[in-house]
């Protein structure tokens, strides 16, 4: 069993910089590939960005390419999304997922075996 924890989340003005990390339990951690994923009210989750178990392969979302930059410490079992200039449409809940197939990053969450509850990103205008 494979336990998320995201923390980070808050409330920035538009321009502004947030950086969310997942804390995950598990001895096998630095053999996951791990992903953020969002999902705004009304709207569908959609995928942000993953990274492969030893950081060597990213992908990423296009709308947070630039943005967006997806970071791991396998000795501390952390994943981190630091995300800087945010605008109002990054608004979301903001969730971190767990691959354990050894799998490159994918950006489809059927790929995801476990998921964290999320944290609350909201930028303002």
């Known amino acids: 069993q494979v336990q998320l924890v995201e923390s980070g989340g808050g409330l920035v003005q538009a321009g502004g910089s947030l950086r969310l990390s997942c804390a995950a339990s598990?001895?096998?951690?630095?053999?996951?590939?791990m992903g953020w994923f969002r999902q705004a009210p009304g709207k569908e989750r959609e995928f942000v960005a993953a990274i492969s178990w030893r950081g060597a392969s990213t992908n990423y979302a296009d709308s947070v390419k630039g943005r967006f930059t997806i970071s791991r410490d396998n000795a501390k079992n952390t994943v981190n999304l630091q995300m800087n200039s945010l605008k109002p449409e990054d608004t979301a809940v903001y969730y971190c997922a767990a691959d354990i197939n050894l799998r490159l990053p994918s950006r489809w969450g059927y790929d995801y075996d476990y998921w964290g509850q999320g944290t609350q990103v909201t930028v303002s205008s």
């Open positions: 598990g001895r096998t951690f630095s053999i996951y590939t």
